[in-house]
């Protein structure tokens, strides 16, 4: 079923878990991923990042995803991931997306107020939740040299105003975490997570889930994430689950590339001990 994130936050923070939010770019991946949550009678946040755009038009998404999603009998989120542009988000809410993120988290505080109260309005008058981000998460290639970093970790006070003048309905936070493949070892700031959490009553997310390790992951679900957003681990699993086997066409490749999906879903719906 078809349905926004708000009521799935509200359960999750309830229950101390957090809900995956892996990203599909093709009808298998989106497939795949819908196929787990049925079968583990699990929710799913199914997530088209503005950037795939290249694969992938908005429309064509929102089809695939209204599709797969109003069949499952399980809840599924059709969110629009990493919305950089107005014009990007508005079709995702015109065409049947029922949660999108404005990501204007490069900007500086006032501009991301700005735009991120755009999108709020104009998504709140039809039914579809919002998420921004506070701070900044930066990428795997350098994150990890902290001398050199384009991250920002989210300061507890910022994040307050920020939700008083947004109304946002959930907030992506920068705690240690980077997007794609880390190189290094990830050093995840509990103690950030901590003083947002107690001081903060909307639902939390993390971006760059991928490498950050099983245990840390586990740690941040139990303690405050609502949603753990997953991609660059659930690629190189479909292609690792490719290199494994002596492949003779089109259709034994893309079975090993769904299993690996599927293998690496399931395993990650273990670690957010989602419910």
Known sequence: ???????LFEQAQKGNYAIPAPNFVNDLSLKTYVKCAEEKKLPLLACF??????????????????YHAQKA???????????????????AIKNGFTSVMID??????????????EIVKAAHAVGVVVEAEIGHVGAGENYENHTHTDSIYTEVEEAKRFIELTNVDSLA??????HGAYKGEPKISFDTLQ???TQIDTPLVLHGGSS????????????GISKINIFTDLVTAGMDEINKHDSQNIFEINDHFANGLYNCLSHYYDVFQTR
């Open 73 to 91: 009998n399980v809840p599924v989120v059709l969110h629009l991931d990493h919305g950089m542009t107005y014009d990007t988000i508005m079709k």
């Open 173 to 178: 936070i920068s705690i240690g975490t980077a």
């Open 212 to 223: 950050s390790g099983d245990a840390n992951l586990n740690r941040c679900a139990v303690n």
């Open 1 to 7: 079923m078809l349905v926004t994130s708000k009521e």
């Open 49 to 66: 990042a503005e950037v795939h755009t290249e694969f992938m038009e908005i429309e064509e998404a929102a089809l695939l995803g209204k």
């Open 104 to 117: 204007a988290s490069s900007e500086s505080f006032d501009e991301n107020v700005r735009r991120t109260k």
């Open 195 to 197: 003083s947002i959490r």
